[in-house]
């Protein structure tokens, strides 16, 4: 771009952090759009991430870029677990997060929630890139439907219980704020098995601090041991938190030795982040977030 150049309005893709800050990418070509009963979605051929989906103007997710999020979402937990054989992800209709679930042999079962099933069928159609068949893995329970009612009363009722239970969620306002809260957090714990972790993102601390730091305190109200951690996601244009919640397992307490060696022994050889060094490095809490944080 030349420089002092001002592109219009109308070739850009924006997204607020707050109401003092944002950030935009160029549009490209519009290639879906519309209205379902819950949100309204787009998908875009862009420039600087290929095929790109977004909810209520809202970035979810691209197909260039999905591996920052999806791969530390993921690994973190499961790589701590010693050998994780279900998982149930609430959210994710992009498949990304089951994908990565798929990749640790251990695993035998992934129950996959959406609320809303054109997710699915965006993701089908256009994010090939992003869960990689992972959709149709025959490990996979997907159903369309609400996660809360799934979490407060179907998985109960049939005694599911699970290893590792990911919130791969909007952001928590409008209708999955109640899947942020303490009291369904509290119900998640009672579906995991013992030894098991919760994975989630919190949001921006530079441009969120009392979202993170809400999130984080309403997680250490549920759970004995609550580990943030922080990653730069380009297309979320900024750094970003997530948190593993569990009443045993610790990830930070795990050296970069002990996660090369399980990456090696799981024969994870596709992965474009993750390693023993950035999951230490993620855990490395500048002073800020420290104070942020308590």
């Not at 771009?1 to 997204?15: A, C, I, K, Q």
């Not at 952090?17 to 819950?38: I, V």
């Not at 090369?260 to 993620?282: C, K």
Request: hydrophobic residues 40%; glycine residues 10%; contains cysteine.
């Amino acid at each position: 771009m030349e420089e002092g150049r001002v592109v219009p309005d109308e070739e850009l893709l924006s997204e607020w952090l707050n109401d003092d800050a944002g950030f935009f990418y160029r549009r490209g070509r519009l290639l879906e759009e519309g209205q379902t009963a819950f949100q309204r979605y787009e998908v875009w051929e862009t420039p600087q991430f290929g095929k790109l989906f977004r909810l209520d103007g809202y970035f979810m997710t691209s197909e260039r870029d999905e591996f920052f999020y999806h791969e530390n979402l993921i690994h973190v937990g499961a790589l701590t677990h010693p050998e994780p054989r279900s998982a149930l992800v609430i959210g994710g209709g992009d498949g990304g997060s089951a994908e990565e679930l798929f990749k640790h042999p251990s695993m035998e079962k992934v129950v996959l929630v959406e609320l809303d099933g054109k997710v699915v069928d965006i993701a089908r159609e256009h994010l090939q890139a992003v869960h990689h068949g992972a959709l149709d893995d025959p490990r996979l329970e997907l159903r369309i439907e609400d996660g809360l009612r799934y979490v407060r009363e179907v998985a109960p009722a049939c005694g599911q219980r699970f290893d590792l239970i990911v919130l791969d969620l909007t952001d928590p306002i409008g209708p999955a704020e109640e899947l942020y809260g303490e009291a369904f957090l509290r119900q998640c714990k009672a579906l995991l098995n013992p030894g098991g972790a919760l994975t989630l993102h919190i949001g921006a601390p530079i441009f969120q601090p009392a979202r993170v730091r809400g999130l984080v305190d309403g997680l250490r109200r549920v759970y004995a041991r609550v580990s943030p951690y922080f990653l730069y996601i380009p297309l979320y244009g900024s750094l970003w938190g997530m948190a593993c919640a569990s009443d045993t397992l610790a990830p930070q307490e795990l050296s970069p030795g002990e996660i090369d060696a399980r990456i090696a022994e799981r024969r994870l050889s596709r992965l474009r982040h993750y390693n023993g060094a950035v999951h230490s490095a993620q855990f490395a809490l500048p002073n800020h977030l420290r104070e942020l944080l308590g």
